[in-house]
């Protein structure tokens, strides 16, 4: 996760079926969020995610 053009956040592996990776980062301040599917190795050339549902909640 990028906010800003500047990585607030990164995940583990996360393999296809595996349940939603919840993500809590302070957004105060930022204008831009960018959600990013990166490689795992060299050798992935397809890189799927489902940002479908993502939800973001300010408190």
């Known amino acids: 996760m990028y906010a800003d053009g500047v990585r607030l956040w990164r995940s583990g592996l996360v393999k296809g079926g595996d349940p939603a990776v919840p993500v809590h980062v302070n957004l105060a ?6 959600l990013v599917v990166e490689p795992h190795s060299p050798f992935d050339d397809l890189m799927l995610a489902d940002w479908a549902e993502s939800k973001f909640r300010c408190s």
């Open 29 to 34: 301040g930022h204008r831009t969020v960018r």
